[in-house]
């Protein structure tokens, strides 16, 4: 059976530990979805967040082997330069009366489980679209990538994949966003580089841009 990882028990945890809960955790600014035109995502989050997005439950420490009663779950952190995404009118600067709508980061959650020496996670993007000056069109791609990372002294991907979510626009409009990747996997790392292990998230333009084709051998 699938294993929920939990908090570190208190003789094992770190200053960065101590702070991690495995089944739910909600990070950045909180900005107030319209629950009408967003019931879809709602839905979504209240089941990452295990029925609420504006408490966190209190943690437990899960009963298995001593080794993997001892991870937590990564943190999610929105990678520097890639927490917003502006689009402007073709061949302009997204910015000034040119950008016609810009895309931002609101809400994280997470939720990781363990089978098999094998980390599943859940990760939930929350964010706003918001059109600008120019007018937004009215269908938008918001294009992101999600990361699992081992930071030190060289950083280490473990694990990275674009996505993408199409989000119906008005012109002068501000509307909510969502993603909830279910299929971030990866091994379990050992008690030592638990800590060093991290969700990275941010928007990426390249996620955009059509997969080149392969090349038929003759």
Known sequence: MAQEIERV??????????RVTVAVAIC?????????????FTDRFKSLFGGSSDQEPSPTVTNGPPVESQLTCPS?????G?????????GKEASGADLRYQAVISRTARECNLNSGVITAKIGIQGRIIAGPAGA???????LRIAVVQEGVSPKTIF????????????DGSVPFSLVAE????????VAANDAY?????FDPQALKPEPRSRKRR
């Open 28 to 40: 950045g600014t909180v900005l107030a979805a319209t629950p009408a035109s967003s019931q879809s």
């Open 137 to 143: 069109p009215t269908s938008v791609d918001v294009p």
């Open 9 to 18: 028990p208190t003789r094992y945890r770190t200053s960065r530990a101590a």
């Open 198 to 202: 991290v969700f990275y998230i941010g």
């Open 76 to 80: 999610v952190t929105v990678r520097s």
């Open 82 to 90: 890639a927490s917003t995404y502006a689009v402007g009118l073709p």
């Open 183 to 190: 299929d971030v996997a990866y091994p379990a790392p050992s």
């Open 160 to 171: 990275t994949k674009a996505y993408r979510t199409t989000v119906s626009m008005q012109p």
